[in-house]
Every structure is written in structure tokens, then in C-alpha cells.
């Protein structure tokens, strides 16, 4: 009963929604009298607007309006003028101007009764530029101006470098990533008198709302966002992007609501990407392998209307022990969209630098690439000065657990060693980690007179598992089955809740989910004292430990077996109540956070199989071992662990966003030439989780599993590739010219 329901597989309580076709996503809001907004983006990418022809559009059938930098009704604040912790995906508000700073910038909305309607006349309005060479390519940039974004020494690490007896010194490139969720980014807005509503596919309901306020200049009540279903963001839907406040705008002109969808061609320009990395690696070290110095300096383009960091470095300072490190991050602006955090943001980029040189350092040492990372395993993290512990680390058992079940100690170091029948087999591992974060959270739980209960919170489900988290918390607190526990979510009316981002949603509501629930119980067992034939007047109400509980949907006296007390709903009927229901918040201890260092850990594992006679590379095993505490549900987990890896092999073999220098314009803005990894790309994957509860997180000792699947995923595959083909593939990526290259080299 009770305290099976957390770690249990169990399905997910939306799950029939989504598969039946019932669940609403942002653009399914049934919605009366809505018009449809057809953005039209720039078909340059660095030019100033001279002339926006509207006339023939403006009058064909079902146009109310088109709104354009020349007409705009400047309802926003320049997002550089507020002062806010939340933030838009792009610092500046749509037609804000005469200038073009990437390919696919809106410079002009249609709205028209339909959405047929809507897409002709933006089909039929023509646009003069005076345009200006475009730079998307990291050569063609002007070199970083100013100080770096990210500095961080420790040690001297270019003297430990001149002196060490082994180097490795080598570039490796990630190139541009696009999100790619199944469900487009979109925005239904609807303004009732002063308060706009805005259905939305949103990671964070309650920072969408935040941003829209501050930028409309509104109170915060006066935006409402609802989002209950998503499909998937990858973080691509952190934050709002343009079209959501064009949607507000054309919505407040043409008094009806409006609905905006971003086509997937645009889902390449307008909402953001992982930005292309450029990353320097050097690492020395003993003969032994033990580190002396690690340095890291990453170049990284960004757009010229935002300065999004990627923090690649982070990883790179904490990983490894090693006395001597220094990394440095510079931005280089370009005429691109503005790039934004992809699903393991940071870290899985940085891992692929480190990762990589790793084992490019094991094999000049001639040492296994798992025992080289034991040599330097690091007990504390050395990031901090002075360093400080982890909350809870297992890393050495993912190690352990992945070698023996993936059969490691098997592997033959020489490249082209393992042969099975015509075909080579190849053997990559790499280190995984994410940071483990906590926020705060209120959630509101509520006991009904017929049995169910109801958990509410203005977080949302990204399609990871949350809705059915939260029921298994208020189910294994109450006994009540999770199929008679409604989950509400997505919708900023809602107690506020976290944005599901970072992994950390899962950490953070849990407490609050648990807080609520036992205020709920304790308010039905207040009741239950007060019945007139109370069976518990025995028991006196001031006890500590309390003298009553809930267990299995009963009230009862604690000691006493549950069935000798009465149902909850019970008391609720003869006290005459629909329901009883409480609202807690919780927040992290802030001082714990400065104590421990909390991250996840975990270690990958790939083969892949070469055929040289047809030069066919394919991963034909996966095998990842997670560190990330207590996991709450081993269904939707294992799910998160295998969809990343899956995105990871996609990383590795297939993703790359490729710009046309002439216009700035993504060639491959669509489904047919952006590669990404398909069932017949995806082998058997495994995943096993070592479980050791992180209490220092949350008494249900659980961290995020949302990102770190995709952590070290790319350089297992890369490792794996050099093992089978003697070709190290230091851009992703891996390309079949790569492949044959190599095998004209060796031929
Ligand atoms: Mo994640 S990139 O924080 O959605």
C-alpha cells in the first residue's frame, strides 16, 4: 500500500489523455470568434526595412489587420529596461524597429478571420531591405570584444601545462542544435476588458506570466498563462518568444482573440537553438595519468539582440580533481536567431570537449579510459574554494555497475580489435553529470467527500512524468489509489510553481506535494476528533507524535491497525463538507546550499559497428547508469534517461543546424533534411539507476533525471567510432566523409 507507491513504474495518469487525442494542447483551446495571425519573417539576415508593401494584402478577403514596425502599437517595454529575474527568450520586443538582425525575423503579422486567409496575404506582402552581408559563420565574426563572459582560474594551469610530461591540445566543435519538439511553439491570446489570457506550449506558466507583465507594463494578476499540456520543449519553451507578445498585440487591435503558430520552418529562426561551440581542450598530465592541468576556453556565437551564454566551463572546473585549471568563454555575435538552453545546456556541450580529450589522453597513456577517470575521480568539488562536499555522489558505482553489466573488462584497446563475422565492433564510456537543483513551490491539495483528492500547483507537465508524481506523493501520503487523484497543472491561477527547467521540478515540488497533503490529513483528522460519535475521543488531540494518521484512505489511531478507524470521506460526509483542503509552501534550506555541492552523476556506455566493406557506422548498444538519488517513478525515469540518450545518439551521428552565408537562412529548416535519430537509428538501450536517496535535497532524497541522460553521450559515440575505425571525430556530427577519409588514410 502506502510507501510502495514512490519508485513504482506506474503509468502516467495523463497518458490516456495523450493517446485518446483528449489532452489540449495550446492551439486545441476551442475558442469562439478566434482570428488566425500568420507571422511573415525576414528572408534576410542584416538589413534595415526600407519599404513594407501591404496594399494588395490589406485588401484581400478576411483581413483585419497587418501589423508591421511602421504601424506596431508599441504595447511593449524594451525587455533591457526591466529589471527582472525572469526573462524573455529575446531582449527586444517584436517590430521594434527598422532593422533585420537574423534571418526569419518577424517583420510583419497578418490576421484574418482564417488561417488560409491569414497565410495568402502574408504570401502577397512584399518587403524592400537595404541589406548588408551576413556573418553565420564563427571565422567570418569580428573577434571577441571586451572582457570573457566566464573567467575561472585555479592553480596555474598553463605553467602545469608547459611542464607536463603528457598533453593533449585539441579543438572540438559542436555545431548549432535546433529543438525540434513535436509540438510547435504557439500562443492563442485573448484579452477579457484589461487582462489578457494566453494559451500557450510553455516550460514555465508562471515566468511566461511574470515577463508578459513586466513588458505590458500590467499588474501580474492581469496575465493569465495556461498551458496543461506540452509538447515537449527541450528548453527551446523556457521562456516567451516573439510570437506570443505578437499575439497579445494583434489580439488587443482587432478586439477578438488570436492565434499564432510558429511553422516548423521558423521553429529553426525564432525560438531559439544550442549555439554552435568551439571549444579548446588541453589537458596535462603524469605518465600515470594523473591531472596537472586542465584548460578549457570556449568561443560561441550569439545573436545581436541577446547575450545568451553557454556555460560549457562549469563541468570542466568541478569533474576531475586537479590542482591547476583555468577556462574562459567569449561571445561572438552573428546574424542568427538568438540561441537559448537545450535540454543539458552547458554540460553537455562541455562534456563533449573533456569527454573526448579524456580518452584521447587515455590512449596516449596507454591506459583503459575507465581507470584514467578513477585516477583522477574527484571526492570533493574543487570548483569551490575551499572545495566543498558533495550532497551525495556515487559516481565510482555507475562506473562499477556499467563495466561489469556492459561486459567492459572485455574490451581490447587496439582500434579495429573487435571483430564480429565482417564488422568491427567499437567501445566508447564517458562521465555524465548535471547539477542537482531545488526551488520553492505551493501546492494546494484537497480531500473530497467522494473519496478522490486533487493536487494542484502552476507547474507544469513537459511531458516528463509531473502530473503523475505529484498523485503517487499525495498517494502514498493518504492511501488514496492514484487513479482517484485528480492532478492539476499549467495554469498560473494556480499556487505558484516552479518552471521545468534544469531538472529540478521533480526535487522541488516533492516537498511541497507532501506538505500539503499531510495539512490536508491533519485538517480531516481535526475533523474527525470533533464528530459527535467520534470513535477517536479516546486518543487526545495535543499528542506528539500525533495520535492520529491516514493510512489507506482511513483515519485511525497510530499503533492500531487502519481498518479499526474510518474512511476519510466518512468523516467528511458527517461533517456535512464536500471537501477539506490546504495550501503549503516550501523553499530549499539556503543554508545547506552553500554547504554541498549537489549534482547528479551517471556514466555511459556505447558500442557501435563498423563495416568498412560499405563504410555503415550504426550504435548498436546503449548502456547508461544514473546517480540521481531516490527515483520517484522507474517508469517515466527510465523514459527521461532513454529519450536523452536517444537525442544523444541523434547529437552524435545526425543533428546540425547548417546556415546559407548568402541570406542567413537554416538550408535544413525542416523534418527532411534536419536529421534526427529515428527508430531504425536506435538500438537496444538500457538504463540502471543505483539508487542512493540525496537527503541533503529533500527527505525524499531525489534529483533531476530531465537532462542528464544526454551528458557524455556524444564522446561515448565518438570514443566508441575511434575505437572501431582508428578516425577521431573532433566535429559533430560524425559524418560518413570522416569515416572514408580515414580508410583512404589507412588503405
Ligand atoms: Mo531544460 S534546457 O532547463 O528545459
Known amino acids: 500500500m502506502s510507501t510502495s507507491v514512490i519508485g513504482a513504474p506506474i503509468t502516467r495518469i495523463d497518458g490516456s489523455l ?10 486545441d483551446h476551442p475558442m469562439d470568434d478566434v482570428a488566425f495571425g500568420v507571422p511573415v519573417p525576414s528572408t534576410v539576415g542584416n538589413a534595415r526595412i526600407v519599404r513594407i508593401d501591404t496594399s494588395v494584402a490589406k485588401r484581400m478577403p478576411g483581413v483585419l489587420t497587418i501589423i508591421t514596425h511602421e504601424n506596431s502599437d508599441q504595447l511593449f517595454r524594451p525587455a533591457s529596461q526591466l529589471e527582472q529575474n525572469s526573462r524573455a527568450g529575446e531582449v527586444r520586443p517584436p517590430f521594434e524597429d527598422d532593422k533585420v538582425y537574423y534571418y526569419g525575423q518577424y517583420v510583419a503579422l497578418v490576421v484574418a478571420n482564417t488561417f488560409e486567409q491569414a497565410q495568402d496575404a502574408a504570401s502577397k506582402i512584399k518587403v524592400d531591405y537595404d541589406s548588408h552581408p551576413n556573418v553565420v559563420e564563427i571565422g567570418d565574426a569580428a573577434p571577441p570584444q571586451g572582457p570573457p563572459r566566464i573567467h575561472y582560474t585555479r592553480g596555474d594551469a598553463d605553467e602545469a601545462f608547459k611542464s ?21 511553439h504557439a500562443t ?23 515577463v508578459m507583465s513586466e513588458m505590458l507594463g500590467i499588474p501580474v494578476d492581469r496575465v493569465q498563462v495556461i498551458s496543461p499540456f506540452i509538447g515537449s520543449g527541450f528548453g527551446g519553451k523556457l521562456f516567451p518568444w516573439p510570437h506570443s507578445l505578437m499575439a497579445a498585440m494583434a489580439a488587443k487591435r482587432v478586439d477578438r482573440p488570436v492565434k499564432v503558430v510558429v511553422p516548423r520552418s521558423l521553429m529553426f529562426t525564432t525560438v531559439g537553438h544550442r549555439p554552435l561551440t568551439q571549444q579548446h581542450m588541453r589537458l596535462g598530465a603524469t605518465q600515470d595519468g594523473k591531472l596537472l592541468s586542465i584548460q578549457h576556453d570556449v568561443v560561441q556565437p550569439t545573436s545581436l539582440v541577446d547575450t545568451y551564454v553557454e556555460q560549457c566551463t562549469g563541468v570542466t572546473t568541478m569533474l576531475y580533481s586537479c590542482a591547476n585549471v583555468a577556462a574562459k568563454q567569449t561571445l561572438v555575435p552573428m546574424n542568427i536567431g538568438t540561441p537559448t538552453p537545450m535540454r543539458g545546456p552547458g554540460i553537455v556541450p562541455g562534456l563533449f570537449p573533456l569527454e573526448s580529450a579524456m580518452d584521447e589522453l587515455a590512449i596516449q597513456l596507454n591506459l583503459d579510459p575507465l581507470e584514467l577517470r578513477l585516477k583522477n575521480y574527484a571526492e570533493q568539488d574543487e570548483s569551490f574554494n575551499p572545495a566543498r562536499p558533495f550532497s551525495s555522489k556515487r559516481l565510482r558505482e555507475c562506473y562499477q555497475a556499467g563495466a561489469e553489466k556492459f561486459g567492459w573488462s572485455k574490451r581490447t584497446p587496439q582500434v579495429g580489435s573487435m571483430k564480429r563475422g565482417d564488422e568491427i565492433l567499437g567501445w566508447g564510456m564517458a562521465t555524465a553529470t548535471w547539477h542537482a537543483g531545488r526551488g520553492s513551490a505551493t501546492v494546494r491539495v484537497r480531500l473530497n467527500a467522494d473519496g478522490t483528492a486533487r493536487a494542484s500547483c502552476a507547474t507544469q507537465d513537459i511531458g516528463t512524468g509531473t502530473y503523475t508524481v505529484f498523485a503517487q506523493v499525495v498517494s502514498e501520503k493518504t492511501g488514496i489509489p492514484v487513479d482517484k487523484i485528480e492532478v492539476v497543472l499549467g ?13 529540478t521540478v521533480t526535487a522541488t515540488v516533492l516537498p511541497a506535494v507532501d506538505a500539503a497533503t499531510q495539512g490536508a490529513v491533519d485538517r480531516v483528522i481535526a475533523a474527525a476528533r470533533t464528530l459527535p460519535s467520534s470513535p477517536f475521543k479516546r486518543v487526545s488531540a495535543g499528542d506528539d507524535p500525533p495520535a492520529l494518521k491516514m493510512t489507506g484512505g482511513r483515519i485511525h489511531v497510530v499503533g492500531e491497525a487502519p481498518e479499526s478507524g474510518m474512511p476519510f470521506q466518512e468523516v467528511l460526509v458527517q461533517k456535512r463538507l464536500a471537501a477539506l483542503e490546504n495550501e503549503s509552501r516550501t523553499a530549499p534550506d539556503p543554508a545547506q546550499a552553500h554547504q554541498y555541492s549537489a549534482h547528479s552523476f551517471g556514466a555511459q556506455f556505447i558500442e557501435v559497428v563498423w563495416d568498412p566493406g560499405i563504410a555503415r ?42 546556415y546559407d552565408s548568402r541570406n542567413a537562412k537554416p538550408l535544413n529548416n525542416n523534418f527532411a533534411d534536419y536529421i534526427v535519430s529515428t527508430n531504425a537509428d536506435i538500438p537496444d538501450l538500457d538504463c540502471i539507476f543505483v539508487e542512493y536517496p540525496d537527503l541533503h535535497l529533500n527527505e525524499y532524497g531525489a534529483r533531476g533525471i530531465g537532462e542528464i541522460g544526454l551528458a557524455g553521450v556524444a564522446s561515448a559515440v565518438t570514443m566508441a567510432v575511434y575505437h572501431a575505425t582508428g578516425v577521431r571525430v573532433r566535429k559533430l556530427p560524425v559524418r560518413i566523409e570522416d569515416l572514408l577519409a580515414g580508410q583512404r588514410e589507412t588503405a
Open 491 to 503: 495554469d498560473t491561477s494556480l499556487p505558484d510553481g516552479p518552471t521545468s527547467g534544469g531538472s
Open 18 to 27: 495523450k493517446v485518446t487525442g483528449a489532452a489540449r494542447y495550446a492551439v
Open 164 to 184: 607536463a610530461p603528457a598533453k593533449i591540445d585539441q579543438t572540438y566543435v559542436i555545431p548549432v542544435e535546433t529543438h525540434n519538439p513535436m509540438e510547435m
Open 188 to 210: 492563442i491570446a485573448k484579452w477579457e476588458g484589461d487582462k489578457v489570457i494566453l494559451y500557450e506550449s510553455s516550460q514555465g506558466v508562471v515566468n511566461h506570466q511574470h
Open 617 to 658: 557506422i550504426r550504435v548498436s548498444r546503449a548502456l547508461t547508469v544514473i546517480d540521481a538519488g531516490k527515483i520517484i517513478n522507474h517508469r517515466t525515469g527510465r523514459n527521461q534517461i532513454l529519450g536523452a540518450v536517444v537525442m544523444g545518439i541523434g547529437m552524435a551521428m545526425f543533428e546540425e543546424t547548417i
